[in-house]
């Protein structure tokens, strides 16, 4: 299971990230945008996606690990059950939501550095 520390350690991997609050909650940022914030419960993190389709299939293909709740219907974020995902795919949810949000400098340099 991961920890509220697992998903800060692979969110301030990433470039240009920071930690700010957020509802009273850590929510991590690239370039003043967030990406991700973990949720009151403690154990859920929301994580933005690409598009709304994208956000069902996660949820269509492993209910177990990925949800919803209402606020955030029309909205392309989706919810993750800290219990139910693998470290990697932690990394990869935060990288892919951290691209969304990172300036294309910021890209380009990380991308050429990879």
Known sequence: MITEEDVRREALALPGTSERSMYGTPAFY??????????????????????????RELIAAQPETFFTTPHYDGYAAVLVRFGAVERDELA???????RLRAPKRLLKSWDAAR
């Open 92 to 98: 990869e949810l935060l990288t892919d939501a951290w």
């Open 30 to 55: 690239v370039d003043r945008k967030w990406f991700a914030r973990i949720r009151d419960e403690g154990d859920v993190l929301v994580v933005l996606c690409a598009s709304e389709e994208d956000k």
